[in-house]
């Protein structure tokens, strides 16, 4: 059984060394991996090159600078492994990684393995409590909220997804975002598998770093939430997701739409009229105050900011954030 790596690659010099040995260093063998250069303008592709003259299950891919969606599409169109997995060119796995994943799929269409967060002092581990094997039905029923919770669901990575699933039902990484586009072709996939195995284990060492996109202000972080948002809860309802399950997802992204309009404060450029312009959209939207009404606030700070959204008192929110960020960009 062939795997296929699909790495993308955009001005990973600092980082890709190591990730490319964690991938040809492999206990399993029967492995293609592909680079796909998306345009970089530092020594990756250099890097990648030398690489590739010693193993010859390197395939380098060069395009024009897409974004990353782009740059994912373009590695599942030119690899042809039975199974895929994706390693961020930042990161990197464990040398038993395919070789225990590939062990443990026994014929499910999804396998899930645990992950590491790697910070520059302390590491953060995300794991299943017990190994499983089951349907989508039972995998809602007994696992989704701990995989949601410990958000082992929302990254492309730490899995092995079966091509002809990806090839049947045509699912592809949306390239109009930067942003959740990832956790959307996760349950874009989720939503058409029968057999979903996991494990214990965590293979895969996310490497958190300055430049990640998290600390960025992304202008369709809006859109792109409600879209991940409708995602879940489209996978949730057609498996019949006990209503906790629903409640949980609806608390959380409340929130995450909360940190949308956080960052739009904190971390964009943006004039006190455009911030307001913004707040006033995303905030009298229906959708968002049908959100607001299904949840219950379990903190005070966070029961007077839905008050005042759901009052619509949207100028006094406006104040208290410049309030709030008035040292910060």
């Known amino acids: 059984m062939k795997i296929s790596v699909i790495v993308p690659v955009y001005n990973s010099e600092k980082y890709i060394k190591k990730c490319i040995e964690s991938i040809i260093n492999q206990s399993y063998r029967d492995i293609e991996i592909v680079f796909i250069n998306d345009g970089s303008t530092d020594g990756s592709l250099n890097i990648i090159q030398k690489y590739k003259k010693l193993d010859n299950r390197i395939k380098v891919i060069n395009q024009s600078n897409s974004g990353v969606s782009a740059a994912r599409n373009n590695g599942i169109k030119n690899s042809i492994g039975d199974y895929i997995t994706f390693v961020d060119s930042d990161d990197y796995i464990d040398s038993k990684m395919i070789d225990k994943c590939a062990e443990s799929l026994k014929n499910t269409d999804l396998l899930i393995s645990g992950f590491t967060y790697e ?64 956790a959307m072709f996760v349950f874009d996939y ?8 996991g494990i214990t284990e965590n293979f895969y060492y996310y490497v958190q770093h300055d430049q990640s996109l998290i600390s960025k202000y992304n202008s369709n972080a809006f859109d792109a939430t409600w879209k991940l948002y409708n995602k879940i ?15 949980i997802v609806n608390y959380s992204y ?76």
């Open 254 to 329: 409340e929130h995450r739409f909360l940190g949308c309009m956080d960052s739009v404060y904190r971390k964009s450029n943006l004039t006190i009229r455009e911030k307001y312009s913004i707040l006033k959209i995303y905030t009298l939207e229906d959708r968002f105050q049908k959100l607001l009404i299904k949840c219950k606030e379990k903190s005070i700070k966070h029961w007077l900011i839905k008050f005042l959204l759901e009052k619509k008192k949207i100028y006094l929110f406006h104040l208290l954030c410049l309030l709030k960020y008035r040292n910060t960009k």
């Open 190 to 197: 989720l939503l058409k598998c029968e057999k979903i195995s």
């Open 233 to 247: 809860i489209k996978f949730l309802n057609a498996n019949n997701s006990e209503i906790k399950n629903i409640n």
């Open 119 to 182: 910070f520059k002092d302390k590491n953060e581990d995300k794991t299943y409590e017990s190994s499983f094997i089951c349907n989508s039905k039972e995998f809602v029923q007994n696992y989704f909220m701990e995989s949601f919770e410990k958000l082992l669901l929302y990254g492309p990575y730490n899995k092995l997804y079966k091509r002809t699933i990806i090839n049947k039902y045509d699912i592809k990484f949306d390239e109009d975002y930067s942003i959740c586009e990832d």
